[in-house]
């Protein structure tokens, strides 16, 4: 039984509509990129108190803030570029008991609860450096994950984390944050690792596995505006088995469910590792975009119109991103040394060595506050990135000149002219969209190979997705194959280097999809690609004096992923 009365509240979707012709209805200019984390364990966690971690939010926050804390071995630890905004989402389910030891308090949860937001408020520093008052709801069973963050926009009021202990239906998670919105409490959930949701993150049914209705798709757009696409325990943009002309699509992929002890349908555990491979149709965030608009022709609505953020998930209370200074994504007890790194065995029973150092959220705002960055969450103005800092702009309209990338006035125009990431065009009149992109290199990290145009649209029932390589490092041009060569690797494995010698520090495009037509709907969002870079592992590997393993990829590409721009016919 549904725990809360079912009750509809309009979707806010700010700037993102733009009629054939007309100019763009939203905020003014967004000014600035700011970069996060959405996703970060303390002690508080109970599986993080497990694997040995001993750090606070207080802790999480001056790390992220670019402070030195305390390490294991001895030393301190701090990131060499501070996060500009941070959410610790502790696990809900029975918050901090692990950590209390035997014999809690009955009031343990609600004491850590106050805790979590009293560091939030802490650590606010407006225009500086942002916090979120946030919790993980953790739904995972053998038959996968469904996992969610909530985040809330301020720290007044706030209620008491609902958890799967009070329900494991998603739709009842929706219910709750529509009641405390009409009590003034307002809050967002993020889907993450629908990678290992065996299909159930974007299956085409609700819960309980009836159809769907747009009463169903307005309460999920209005609560989960944006996605997680990449984390520690992979990424979730597509697989090679949705995407076979891809050839980037086969990358940091964690293709073994959460939570399971045997293979679904086995008789018990594989040889040497117990492994459950999850099913990838409803698990990847491509799929479900395009799926989504496939519904919107047909049926009048979409449940899948979502933007995009990264996260780390790291359970050590450090967001370590960086990929040569990666201390422990797990614990103490687990692998914050080097050594434990390259040995074990975490809870999900893959070698460690298959966690990725990822990801982080980039928003568009004016300002480093609360309110400007809960606004760009929920209008979608945002992008993941796999812990690079790639600066990147994307913006879709009727009008734009050849030219518009000319001038120091190119962003407001862009706004002007059209949508930014996260936006809506609509009805054609008889002309191609025109997207304008452009992209910067993370100022100490690689240069990139690429920007990328990856289109998604649907025709008589069937969906379809083409990507387009629409600006190319180095003079590349794309071949008659329709595929672009190789930008080049100039990594050392043994040394665990690389250089900048191929690659450009930023690119740019204005482009016009050859294949549109006004009567189809589509979905194109962008992805930026670095040249090849040392993994985290191969850091560890060349610092052991090791060679490098030979079950992960010693290399890596770097890239980020902009929130989507929709078109919809007037139709």
């Known amino acids: 039984m549904r725990r809360f009365a079912k009750k509809l509240w309009p979707v806010t979707l700010l700037a993102t509509g733009v009629a054939a012709g007309a100019a763009a209805q939203g905020p003014a200019v967004s000014e600035n990129v700011y970069f996060g984390d959405l996703h970060l364990h303390t002690r508080y966690s109970n599986d993080a108190a497990t694997f040995g ?28 570029t501070p996060l500009d905004f941070l959410a610790v989402t502790d696990h809900a389910e029975n918050i901090g008991r692990r950590q209390a030891g035997p014999n809690p308090p009955p009031n343990l949860g609600q004491a850590v609860w106050a805790d979590i937001v009293a560091a939030a408020v802490r650590h606010y520093a407006p225009g500086e450096f942002t916090t979120f008052a946030a919790y993980e709801w953790t739904v995972g069973t053998r038959e996968g994950n469904l996992h969610r963050n909530v985040i809330f926009a301020g720290t007044d009021d706030l209620p008491f984390p609902f958890s799967r202990l009070d329900s494991d239906n998603p739709e009842d998670l929706w219910d709750f944050l529509d009641t405390q919105r009409a009590a003034g409490v307002e809050a967002l959930a993020i889907p993450h690792n629908s990678n290992v949701s065996n299909g159930k993150m974007f299956a085409l049914v609700d819960f309980a596995g009836a159809p769907m209705t747009a009463d169903y798709a307005a309460q999920r757009l209005r609560n989960e505006p944006v996605v997680e696409i990449t984390q520690a325990k992979g990424t979730s943009e597509t697989h090679p088995v949705l995407s076979p002309n891809d050839e980037f699509a086969d990358f940091e992929l964690f293709p073994e469910l959460l939570l399971a002890n045997r293979p679904i349908g086995g008789d018990g555990p594989r040889a040497g590792v117990v492994r459950v491979d999850g099913l990838v149709p409803g698990s990847y965030v491509r799929e479900a975009l395009v799926n989504g608009v496939r519904m919107q022709a047909d049926r009048g609505f979409n449940p899948f ?42 809870w999900s029973r893959l070698p460690f060595v298959a966690r990725s150092a990822a990801g982080l959220t980039a928003a568009w705002a004016n300002e480093n506050t609360r309110e400007e960055l809960y606004a760009a969450f929920r209008r979608r ?4 990135t796999t812990g690079t800092r790639i600066n990147v702009r994307f913006f879709g309209g009727w009008d734009y000149a050849d030219d518009v990338l000319d001038g120091d006035d190119w962003v407001a125009r862009g706004y002007a002219g ?10 054609a009149e008889g002309e191609a969209p025109v997207f304008v992109v452009r992209a910067a290199k993370d100022p100490v990290a690689a240069n990139l190979d690429r920007i990328q145009v990856v289109k998604g649209w649907t025709a008589e029932g069937e969906t379809f997705e083409r990507i387009y390589d629409v600006a190319l490092s180095d003079g590349r041009r794309v071949g008659p194959t329709g595929k672009a060569p190789p930008v080049g690797n100039t990594v050392d494995v043994m040394l ?17 999809d050859p294949d549109f037509d006004p009567d189809v709907h589509a979905v194109y969002y962008v992805r930026v690609i670095e040249i090849p870079t040392p993994r985290w592992s191969t850091y560890d590997t060349a610092a052991a004096g090791l060679p490098p393993r030979g079950d992960v990829m010693p290399t890596l590409q770097e890239r980020a992923y902009t929130s989507p721009i929709w078109y919809m016919p007037d139709n």
């Open 53 to 80: 971690t001993t750090r606070t939010p207080d802790d999480a926050y001056r790390y992220a803030k670019g402070e030195a804390v305390p390490h294991v071995g001895g030393i301190e630890i701090r990131l060499r």
């Open 305 to 346: 119109q979502f933007g995009f953020v990264g996260a780390t998930d790291f359970h050590s209370g450090t967001s370590a991103v960086e990929e040569d200074n990666m201390t422990s994504m797990s614990g103490d007890a687990v692998d914050a040394t080097l050594e434990e790194r390259l040995v074990t065995n975490t």
């Open 381 to 384: 103005e945002t992008y993941a």
């Open 418 to 427: 059209g949508v930014p990431m996260g936006g809506v065009l609509r009805g």
């Open 496 to 512: 665990a280097t690389y250089t900048n010698d191929i690659g450009a520090a930023s690119l740019e495009a204005v482009w016009r």
